[in-house]
C-alpha cells in the first residue's frame, strides 16, 4: 500500500538557520503531496501541497518540491523562526475508490528553534 | 473563519467507561474523517464519511470502537468500554470530496484512559 517515510526527528535548529525535512513517498498511482503542520496543542493544519510532478508548493517562507524520479518532498526554508517550532507532517493523497481520497501521513518530525 | 469543532477537548475516564467525541465539521463540508495519534503509532485513519455514510472503517478496532453521522452537522466516535490503550488524542477532519483533498483539522479530544 501507499506509505511516507520522512526524516525521524527531533530536529534542533538556532533562528535563522536553513531548514531541510526529508520526505520520500511509496504510491501506485499519481498521488498529491502535502506537508502538514501540527503547533503545540492543537490540530494539523495544511503548509503547503503540490498536486503534480514538478510543482513547487509554497507558504509562509517554506518550499517542497514534487519530484517524481526520486519519489520526494523535501520540506526547505532558508531562515527559521522560534515560531516555527512544532511538528511536521508529510502525506499523500490517492484515490480509495470512486471519487474518495484518503490520506496517508508520515510519522511527523518534531522542529524545535532556538533563539 | 471556518472551523472543525471538537468536544470535549479533553476527557479523563476509567477502565470500562463509555466515551463519546463529538464533532462539527465546516458548515457545507461531506467528508468527514476521524484519527488517532499517538507517540507509538503517529496518526491512524480510525474511519471516514462522506455526505454521510461510513466509507471506510478499516482503522477502527470493530468490537468497541463506532463511529456515526447522525446529520451533516455532527459526527460521533464512540468507545464502549473503553481501555487504557486507548489513551490518544482523537482528531476529526473535514474536506470536500470532490477534487479538493484538502483536510481541514479540529483541535482533537485528549482522552485518558485510567
Known amino acids: 500500500g501507499d506509505s511516507v517515510t520522512q526524516m525521524e526527528g527531533p530536529v534542533t535548529l538556532s533562528e535563522e538557520a536553513f531548514l531541510t525535512i526529508n520526505c520520500t513517498y511509496t504510491a501506485t498511482g499519481y498521488p498529491s503531496l502535502f506537508w502538514y503542520v501540527q503547533y503545540p496543542g492543537e490540530g494539523l493544519q495544511l503548509l503547503l501541497k503540490?498536486?503534480?510532478?514538478?510543482d513547487k508548493g509554497s507558504n509562509k517562507g517554506f518550499e517542497a518540491t514534487y519530484r517524481k524520479e526520486t519519489t520526494s518532498f523535501h520540506l526547505e526554508k532558508g531562515s527559521v523562526q522560534v515560531s516555527d517550532s512544532a511538528v511536521y507532517f508529510c502525506?499523500?493523497?490517492?484515490?480509495?475508490?470512486?471519487?474518495?481520497?484518503?490520506?496517508?501521513f508520515g510519522k511527523g518530525t518534531l522542529l524545535t528553534v532556538n533563539p | 473563519d471556518a472551523r472543525v469543532t471538537q468536544t470535549p477537548r479533553h476527557k479523563v475516564t476509567e477502565m470500562g467507561q463509555e466515551v463519546t467525541m463529538r464533532c462539527q465539521p465546516i458548515?457545507?463540508?461531506?467528508?468527514v474523517f476521524w484519527y488517532r495519534q499517538t507517540m507509538m503509532q503517529g496518526l491512524e485513519l480510525l474511519a471516514y464519511?462522506?455526505?454521510?455514510?461510513?466509507?471506510?472503517d478499516s482503522g477502527m478496532p470493530k468490537d468497541r470502537f463506532s463511529a456515526e453521522m447522525p446529520d451533516a452537522t455532527l459526527a460521533t466516535l464512540k468507545i464502549q468500554p473503553s481501555e487504557p490503550r486507548d489513551s490518544a488524542v482523537y482528531f476529526c477532519?473535514?474536506?470536500?470530496?470532490?477534487?479538493?483533498?484538502?483536510?481541514?483539522f479540529g483541535p482533537g479530544t485528549r482522552l485518558l484512559v485510567l
Open positions: 477532519a473535514s474536506g470536500l470530496s470532490f477534487g479538493t483533498e484538502t483536510q481541514y
Open positions: 464519511f462522506r455526505n454521510r455514510a461510513p466509507l471506510d
Open positions: 503540490a498536486t503534480k510532478a514538478d
Open positions: 458548515l457545507g463540508h461531506n467528508t
Open positions: 502525506a499523500l493523497s490517492e484515490l480509495s475508490g470512486g471519487s474518495n481520497y484518503k490520506l496517508t
